[in-house]
């Protein structure tokens, strides 16, 4: 239970006084809607599960009751408010051996009904699975003692220890055998245990407490608290759960859930990675349960929403109670808590911008831009140039206008400048072209359509141009709404195509005679390589939830894009168990709509080989570092930090410059910007980010 109820229950502060953790700014958001319970003031705690069943169980902390959740997410009564004398339900497990529900449950102003006293009941409640019958309960009811049951686990054999704080410190413990709720220790440094958990040889307590986390173990009574790095504080835990010789951790305060892996000898903290993070439905996450390779935990307990004078918030300022759950999979990425404290480098070289969409850069330092609807600008010694370099008539706004941007690798001889756009046809029907330019005098000159006829719509046209590493000209088709033809390899829906530089198609490509060098994808904007293996890194826009998607959402994926290898949309999306695809590196939800990926190719930079990805909806740019792997993909993603988090905006363009600034775009002048009110006088703007 976080500390702002048992202020309250001993009477030395209010949920209004208390002065909690700042939660961390940036979000780092992974977990998706397990289930919600329709009963707003349920107000609760903890949630456990039985595997036997299949069902959920949450204890409200309001009503004094546990509610089951089936696996039809039937909601029900598992007791009745207040049944068997209960108080606010704190803490839950199952033991699906011997089915029993274990409940600990204390007295609190949280509860209807509840009037201060000096003395403050809690007690143990062993309920029967099959039944929902009190078993037998275990209470301390003393006059004038005050107590607090936080939370209890569970050994192999039966056996349970509860975490005690009011006035005092203390682990309980009821051994199978005896079935008596006895003393275990009054443990020296560990002020108010709250989270217990057990090790899974069930020799070693670990307790989460006021200033940290200690370990116990079992048979000896020895104590040690746990050590972290110096940049890893384990104060603020309430829920503490133990998995594969590491800690998961919910930090209310700061609205955090994390993974703390642990040493051989499993009393320090080696390195301490980030699973959730500020996600848009906390509000006060509280405890959990492992389930298989997955955390489920409550995310909004709402305990803050309570008037002065102690009134709960009308129903209307109240909110469902939503269990979320995240991963757990080794192969999933996890994500470390550093920072890189790169938002102090960032610069601003341009203004007047309007919809910028791809950056690309010459031999002599000029940064080439286009603009959507249909300009190419340059940037020069930090200024925007009023003329244009070149324009073209796109569709715009119908379709997705002027889109990526490639220099030649050859520019300081052939002055060639290659772009992806969409137009109409002479039956006016949307298309997407390749066009060539060639430079004249500081000019655009001479456009050649090399590429002809390539799928559009006026969404998810794709549009991301480059040359990779061998020399060969790479685009990316959306799936333009027709995902009947994604899957289809004679069509270049959902597709990233590859092209010799005069648009003609190099025998090597994995397809006889087609430009499509990977399928299955659905909208990409976005791909580069990494400098020391040489393979594409490519995002794409998740599902949106249409009905034809089978209403579908977030998801937003990075791939290793590998030769003739298949991505599954629309079959698949996101990370799945279909072994006919390649996985994901990543599937962020909610959603952050990835635009372009740029990584540093300057290996004398601490990022060298970290990839920079812009987010539209997420309204970031998001630092990403990748480690090999033993998957089909060949990677992993071994940490992530979202920067710049709201500060500018939807962000679409960014690029690697050989001067070894990281540049990006904002891009607020487009429909969602304009709908959002995203866009100021400046806009939009060009930036730049030392990483050298």
């Not at 209807?112 to 929902?132: H, M, N, Q, W």
């Not at 141009?465 to 709404?481: K, Q, T, W």
Request: hydrophobic share 40%; proline share 6%; glycine share 8%.
């Amino acid at each position: 239970m976080i500390r702002v109820l048992i202020l309250l229950i001993v009477g030395s502060t209010s949920v209004f006084s208390l002065q909690t953790p700042t939660p961390s700014p940036t979000p780092l958001n992974r977990s998706f809607i397990a289930f919600t319970i329709p009963e707003k003031d349920l107000l609760p705690e903890n949630v456990a599960f039985d595997p036997v069943e299949e069902a959920f169980y949450v204890g409200s902390t309001r009503k004094g009751k546990i509610v089951k959740v089936d696996r039809q997410k039937r909601v029900t009564d598992f007791t009745a408010p207040r049944q068997d004398g209960l108080w606010q339900v704190i803490g839950m497990k199952v033991d699906s051996v011997r089915r029993i529900l274990w409940v600990c449950s204390s007295m609190g102003d949280n509860l209807i009904g509840f009037s201060r006293s000096e003395t403050s009941p809690a007690g143990v409640f062993k309920y029967d699975l099959r039944t929902g019958k009190l078993i037998k309960k275990y209470v301390l009811d003393t006059v004038g003692e005050q107590h607090f049951f936080n939370d209890l686990t569970l050994t192999e054999l039966g056996d349970v220890f509860v975490s005690h704080m009011a006035k005092d410190s203390l682990i309980y413990r009821i051994e199978r055998d005896s079935d008596r709720l006895e003393l275990f220790l009054k443990p020296e440094g560990i002020p108010e245990p709250n989270g217990i958990t057990i090790s899974k040889d069930n020799k070693t307590l670990y307790v989460a407490h006021d200033t940290g986390a200690a370990a116990i173990d079992i048979t000896t009574k020895t104590i040690t608290q746990i050590s972290a790095p110096q940049d890893v504080s384990l104060r603020g835990i309430d829920g503490l759960y133990f998995y594969e010789n590491s800690l998961i951790a919910v930090h209310p305060g700061k609205k955090e859930v994390r993974r703390y892996f642990l040493d051989q000898a499993g009393r320090a903290v080696r390195r301490a990675d980030t699973l959730e993070s500020n996600h848009p439905m906390m509000n006060i996450p509280t405890t959990g349960v492992v389930v298989q390779n997955r955390f489920y935990y409550v995310a909004n307990s709402q305990f803050a929403s309570f008037n002065r004078d102690g009134t709960l918030f009308p129903m209307e300022r109240l909110f469902e109670p939503v269990i979320l759950q995240v991963d757990l999979e080794p192969e999933t990425p996890s994500f470390s808590v550093s920072r890189s404290n790169l938002e102090n480098r960032l610069e601003t070289v341009a203004a007047g911008l309007e919809i910028p969409w791809s950056i690309d850069f010459a031999p002599d330092g000029r940064i080439f831009v286009t603009e959507r609807p249909g300009r190419i600008r340059v940037v020069q010694h930090g200024k925007l140039l009023p003329e244009k370099w070149a324009e073209l008539k796109v569709a715009f706004p119908r379709g997705e206008g002027l889109m990526g941007l490639a220099v030649s690798p050859n520019f300081r001889n052939d002055k060639e400048i290659f772009v992806l756009g969409t137009f109409l046809d002479r039956h006016r029907n949307l298309i997407s072209r390749i066009v060539r330019f060639r430079e004249e005098n500081g000019r655009g000159i001479d456009p050649q359509t090399i590429v002809d006829n390539l799928p559009a719509s006026r969404i998810h046209s794709g549009g991301e141009l480059s040359f990779g590493p061998d020399g060969m000209l790479y685009a990316a088709i959306g799936d333009i709404e027709k995902l009947d033809l994604v899957q289809d390899k004679s069509s270049a829906v959902g597709k990233i195509l590859r092209y010799r530089r005069d648009g003609s198609i190099p025998q090597d490509n994995p397809f006889p005679n087609s430009p499509v060098f990977a399928i299955g994808v659905r909208n990409s904007q976005g791909f580069d390589w990494h400098p020391e293996s040489k393979e594409m890194f490519a995002v794409e826009h998740g599902p949106s939830g249409f009905p034809e998607e089978n209403n579908r959402e977030d998801k937003d994926e990075m791939n290793v894009i590998l030769k003739g290898e298949n991505y599954g949309w629309p079959i698949a999306s996101g990370i799945g168990g279909d072994t006919r695809f390649v996985n994901p590196l990543v599937d962020w939800s909610p959603a952050i709509a990835p635009g372009n990926i740029a990584v540093v190719k300057d290996n004398k930079s601490r990022f060298f080989c970290q990839f920079f990805v812009a987010g539209l909806r997420g309204q970031q740019l998001r630092r990403v570092k990748v480690a090999k792997a033993n998957n089909r993909a060949g990677w992993k993603i071994v940490e992530e930090e979202p920067l710049f988090y709201k500060r500018f905006g939807r962000i679409r363009a960014v690029a690697f410059s050989p001067d070894g600034y990281l540049y990006f775009a904002n891009s607020n002048l487009d429909e969602g910007g304009r709908e959002l009110k995203l866009f100021t006088a400046d806009d939009d703007r060009l930036f730049r980010l030392k990483v050298t």
